[in-house]
């Protein structure tokens, strides 16, 4: 299972457990439901500025290979640098 899919799951599980606890009062359910669910929350947080920093990296990279390739004629490093910085507009979106 992808960390994104388990996140959201345990995010979704950990809702639900909250919900539950807090509806048939059980403030142990509802609690460790909680936990689970802003566990789940944090680390997509991580993940997600991970991405968005990597895609800043991306559009750097991609950046610098379309100016060098440009200025040296070499259209393979320029496409390279096409790609980095759509790969990088992904990440960051």
């Known amino acids: 299972m992808t960390d994104r899919l ?4 345990n995010s979704t ?3 639900a457990k909250q919900t539950v ?8 359910l509802a609690s460790s439901g909680a936990q689970q669910k802003a566990q789940a929350d944090a ?7 991970q ?10 990279k991609g ?8 200025a040296t004629n070499d259209n393979s490093m320029e496409a390279r640098g096409h790609g980095n ?9």
């Open 13 to 15: 599980v950990g809702g």
């Open 43 to 49: 680390k997509q947080s991580a993940a997600d500025a």
């Open 85 to 93: 910085s759509a790969l990088g507009d992904v990440q960051r979106n």
């Open 63 to 70: 950046a610098a290979q379309k100016v060098v390739g440009g």
């Open 21 to 28: 606890g807090n509806t048939v009062g059980s403030e142990q």
């Open 6 to 9: 388990s996140n959201t799951y």
């Open 51 to 60: 991405t968005h920093a990597q895609g800043v990296g991306n559009n750097i």
